[in-house]
């Protein structure tokens, strides 16, 4: 693709995704978990939330010179940009094991200087809801916290693709629920780290079912677990 075309795509992206998001009424719990642990441990830390729940968060976090991890993909052209737009410092790789390990050394020497990285551990292509294990090496290799959260927002719109993404419509309820901070051993052996993956799939699946709640007072408790969807 063109790179004028890149640059347009992007900039019209930009003024949708900022003007819904500055109309939102948003409820954001715990959001001082990142900054109380980075100043704690004098280093950084990992934000994990779901693929098809970024809308919110990416722009929340604009401008703050947070890390984002990027697809190699041809896609990943035209996020690059678009989170140069926002302020984002991006490295190219994802939260499959195989992308993780090619940017872990940037990522893991940026992490322990105290920089922060937000990603989304079932992208850039799922499965739905499944946290690759590169989530947890890289907090392994560079011994920062995770921090899981659960995004919601309503009235919505759910996009028919493989994460069924959401986007809020203009003047929506929005909430972003942070836990927190997931220490994560080192030298883990893979069964051990399937089992972290797990876990961390889990608890932001808990966290989302609260954001749900608070955007939607109505909804009744369930029980949503790896693969599933809300």
Not at 55 to 83: C, H, K
Request: some cysteine; proline content about 5%.
């Amino acid at each position: 693709m063109k790179r004028w075309k890149i640059r347009l795509i992007t900039l019209t992206a930009y003024c949708i995704a900022t003007f819904v998001y500055n109309t939102l009424r948003l409820k954001i719990v715990n959001e001082e978990a990142i900054e109380d642990e980075r100043a704690k441990s004098g280093r950084g830390v990992l934000l994990a939330s779901w693929h098809g729940r970024s809308f919110i968060p990416i722009v929340r976090f604009a401008n703050r010179r947070y890390w984002a991890m990027i697809s190699t993909s041809r896609d990943g052209e035209l996020q690059n940009d678009l989170f140069g737009r926002l302020g984002y410092q991006t490295v190219r790789g994802s939260t499959s094991a195989r992308g993780a390990v090619v940017a872990a050394l940037t990522m893991s020497k940026e992490l322990r200087k105290g920089g922060v990285l937000a990603l989304t551990p079932d992208g850039p292509r799922g499965p739905l809801r499944h946290v690759h294990g590169g989530v947890i090496f890289l907090a392994e290799k560079s011994g920062c916290k995770v921090i899981p959260a659960g995004i919601s927002a309503w009235p919505r719109v759910t996009c028919k693709t493989w994460d069924s993404y959401i986007i809020p419509v203009p003047f929506a309820k929005g909430a972003m629920v942070f836990g927190e901070p997931i220490e994560v051993p080192s030298k883990l052996n893979e069964e051990e780290r399937d089992a972290w993956c797990v876990k961390l799939a889990d608890t932001i699946n808990s966290l989302e079912i609260e954001a749900e709640r608070l955007v939607r007072p109505s909804t009744q408790p369930s029980t949503v677990r790896s693969g599933a969807q809300i």
